[in-house]
C-alpha cells in the first residue's frame, strides 16, 4: 500500500524559504514518477514540479522556476521540495505524488496522493 506522508511548510514572510518534505512507505520514491502539487483557496490543483523516474529529470511550473528545487533523498526514502524567495500567491495546500504506472511527468496523470500540508506566505 502507497503511504505518503507530507511535512513542513507553515507561516512563513514573503521572500523567506521553507522547505516540505515527503515520507513514503511501501514502495521506494526513486522507482517512480515523483511530483510536488498545490491547490490555491478557490483554484484548481496544479503541478509545481516533478521527477521522471525514467531519467531523473525535472519539471518545474513557469510560476516557481528558479524559485524551488525538487529532489529525492533515497537513503531516507523522501521527496523534498526547497521553496526560496516566497510570494503571497505561492500560499496553498501543497502535496506530494506518485505515479508508479509512468516514467515521464509530461504524460503521468495517474496519481497517488499524500494529505496535504499548507503552506501560507505573508506580505
Known amino acids: 500500500e502507497v503511504q505518503l506522508v507530507e511535512s513542513g511548510g507553515g507561516l512563513v514572510q514573503a521572500g523567506g524559504s521553507t522547505r516540505l518534505s515527503c515520507a513514503a512507505s511501501?514502495?521506494?520514491?526513486?522507482?517512480?514518477?515523483r511530483a510536488w502539487f498545490r491547490q490555491a483557496p478557490g483554484k484548481e490543483r496544479e503541478g509545481v514540479a516533478c521527477?521522471?523516474?525514467?531519467?531523473?529529470?525535472?519539471n518545474y511550473a513557469d510560476s516557481v522556476k528558479g524559485r524551488f528545487t525538487i529532489s529525492s533523498d533515497n537513503a531516507k526514502n523522501t521527496l523534498d521540495l526547497q521553496m526560496n524567495s516566497l510570494k503571497p500567491d505561492d500560499t496553498a495546500v501543497y502535496y506530494c505524488?506518485?505515479?508508479?504506472?509512468?516514467?515521464?511527468?509530461?504524460?503521468?496523470?495517474?496519481?497517488?496522493w499524500g494529505q496535504g500540508t499548507r503552506v501560507t506566505v505573508s506580505s
Open positions: 505524488a506518485v505515479d508508479p504506472h509512468t516514467s515521464d511527468c509530461t504524460i503521468a496523470t495517474m496519481w497517488d
Open positions: 521527477i521522471s523516474s525514467r531519467d531523473g529529470s525535472t
Open positions: 511501501g514502495f521506494a520514491f526513486d522507482e517512480h514518477t
